[in-house]
C-alpha cells in the first residue's frame, strides 16, 4: 500500500511565528487531505489537495503530484493552531480509505 | 462540508460485553462508510470499509467476528465490538463518502474504555 511520511513529527513555536509541514508519499494519489486534529480528537478538515496550491486564511497548502510531497504552510501562527496536523491519502476518491501518516505534533507557546 | 454524527461520543464497559457505535451522515447520502482506530499518540489506522447493502471489507489483521459492521441504509453505519478486551480500548472514528464526492468527512469520534 502507499506509505505516507510527515516531517517534523514535533514542532514547537513561539506565538506569530510560521511553519512548513511536509508530507511525503510513495505512489500516485488521487486524494490529499490535511486534517487538523484537536485536543477532542475531532479530525477537521483543512484542504482537499492532490495537486496544485490552495490557500484558506493563514494556512495555504501545495501539493506537487510528480514529485510526491506536499507542504502546509501556516503564518502568524495563534495558540489554537496548536494540535496534531496529518497527511492522509488515496489511490481512489471519496470511495477510498485513506492511509494516514503518522502526524506531525504542534505546540505553539503563547 | 458534509455533517457525519457519532454516538456515543464515549463508553465505558466491562470486559467481555458488547457495545455498539452509530454513524450518521446527516446532510448526504454515504454510499461508502469508513471506520478508522487510533491509539493514544499513534495515527488513524482503517479497519474497514462498507458500501450500502453489502457487506464490509475489513483492512488485513482486524477481526471480523469481532468488529461487525452493518451499513443498512445510505445514512447509517453501525460499528459493534463484540466481547470487548482492555486491548480494544481506542477512539474509533468514523468517515462518510461517496463516489460523487471528492473527500470523506470524519466524525467526532468514540472514546471505548473497556475494563
Known amino acids: 500500500g502507499i506509505q505516507v511520511e510527515q516531517s517534523p513529527p514535533d514542532l514547537i513555536l513561539q506565538e506569530g511565528a510560521n511553519s512548513t509541514l511536509r508530507c511525503n508519499f510513495s505512489?500516485?494519489?488521487?486524494?490529499l487531505q490535511w486534517f487538523h486534529q484537536n485536543p477532542w480528537g475531532q479530525l477537521i478538515n483543512l484542504f482537499y489537495i492532490p495537486s496544485g496550491t490552495k490557500q484558506n486564511g493563514r494556512l495555504s497548502a501545495t501539493t506537487v503530484a510528480t514529485e510526491r510531497y506536499s507542504l502546509l504552510y501556516i503564518s502568524s501562527s495563534q495558540t489554537t493552531d496548536s494540535g496534531v496536523y496529518f497527511c492522509?491519502?488515496?489511490?481512489?476518491?471519496?470511495?477510498?480509505?485513506?492511509?494516514f501518516g503518522k502526524g506531525t505534533h504542534l505546540i505553539i507557546q503563547p | 462540508g458534509a455533517v457525519v454524527s457519532q454516538h456515543p461520543s464515549w463508553v465505558i464497559c466491562k470486559s467481555g460485553t458488547s457495545v455498539k457505535i452509530e454513524c450518521r451522515s446527516l446532510?448526504?447520502?454515504?454510499?461508502?462508510m469508513f471506520w478508522y482506530r487510533q491509539f493514544p499518540k499513534q495515527s488513524l489506522m482503517l479497519m474497514a470499509t462498507s458500501n450500502e447493502g453489502s457487506k464490509a471489507t475489513y483492512e488485513q489483521g482486524v477481526e471480523k467476528d469481532k468488529f461487525l459492521i452493518n451499513h443498512a441504509s445510505l445514512t447509517l453505519s453501525t460499528l459493534t465490538v463484540t466481547s470487548a478486551h482492555p486491548e480494544d480500548s481506542s477512539f474509533y472514528i468514523c468517515?462518510?463518502?461517496?463516489?460523487?464526492?471528492?473527500?470523506?468527512?470524519f466524525g467526532p469520534g468514540t472514546r471505548l474504555l473497556v475494563l
Open positions: 505512489d500516485s494519489v488521487n486524494n
Open positions: 492522509a491519502v488515496s489511490s481512489g476518491g471519496g470511495a477510498d480509505g485513506l492511509t
Open positions: 446532510d448526504f447520502q454515504a454510499t461508502t
Open positions: 468517515s462518510a463518502g461517496s463516489r460523487g464526492k471528492e473527500t470523506q468527512y
